[in-house]
T-cell receptor, first 112, second 111 residues
Framework: DTEVTQTPKHLVMGMTNKKSLKCEQH?????MYWYKQKAKKPPELMFV???????INESVPSRFSPECPNSSLLNLHLHALQPEDSALYLC???????????FGPGTRLTVL | SQQGEEDPQALSIQEGENATMNCSYK?????LQWYRQNSGRGLVHLIL?????REKHSGRLRVTLDTSKKSSSLLITASRAADTASYFC???????????FGDGTTLTVKP
């Protein structure tokens, strides 16, 4: 299995909702990432987990809460988001944090 | 900033022509990677080149790295309409412990 899967593909939520994005990989990778990408812009790093521990938080607002339950799973919990948080959220994994990153297809999030 | 600057921002060519895009950066790097992204989709890894390497090939792709000039180029030969996508360089720096993406080049290959 050489892919990163993300669910859901699309998500529409109100500003008072609580939702979660899910990412899964079965390549034995020990680093996992969340990126946010706005239209016509490069991906922006949000969080990095290395060996299931949060190693990088790029000063992301607390309304985004990452979780790494095990080495294969990465979640992003969303609460009280703003319309400007609407974007494509990409998950990636790599063997270690210095290696090639493999990306999932992304979750297209719309906040109303 | 470690972020790569890519040029051109947009490139339009005919099928069969070669496409070259460049990535320049300011700080030292450990490796540089090129990715392709089709509209609204995830990124696909193309090539990783390490700081001690000067050139790598993969099929129709050729990547060069000049650490003295702090620049890299991606050459796509004999382009196809299916190569139409955005191309990003990503710079990895051990001190920062992360990769940072350049602004990207949007390539359009006309059939």
């Amino acid at each position: 299995d050489t892919e990163v899967t993300q669910t859901p593909k699309h998500l529409v939520m109100g500003m008072t909702n609580k939702k979660s994005l899910k990412c899964e990989q079965h390549m034995g990778h020990r680093a996992m990432y969340w990126y946010k990408q706005k239209a016509k812009k490069p991906p922006e790093l949000m969080f990095v987990y290395s060996y299931e521990k949060l190693s990088i938080n790029e000063s992301v607002p607390s309304r985004f809460s990452p979780e790494c339950p095990n080495s294969s799973l990465l979640n992003l919990h969303l609460h009280a988001l703003q319309p400007e948080d609407s974007a494509l959220y990409l998950c990636a994994s790599s063997r270690t944090d210095t290696d090639t990153q493999y990306f999932g297809p992304g979750t297209r999030l719309t906040v109303l | 900033s470690q972020q790569g600057e890519e040029d051109p921002q947009a490139l339009s060519i005919q099928e069969g022509e070669n496409a070259t895009m460049n990535c320049s950066y300011k700080t030292s790097i450990n490796n540089l990677q090129w990715y392709r992204q089709n509209s609204g989709r995830g990124l696909v890894h193309l090539i990783l080149i390490r700081s001690n390497e000067r050139e790598k090939h993969s099929g129709r792709l050729r990547v060069t790295l000049d650490t003295s000039k702090k620049s890299s180029s991606l050459l796509i030969t004999a382009s196809r309409a299916a190569d139409t996508a955005s191309y990003f360089c990503a710079l990895y720096n051990t001190n920062a412990g992360k990769s940072t993406f350049g602004d990207g080049t949007t390539l359009t290959v006309k059939p």
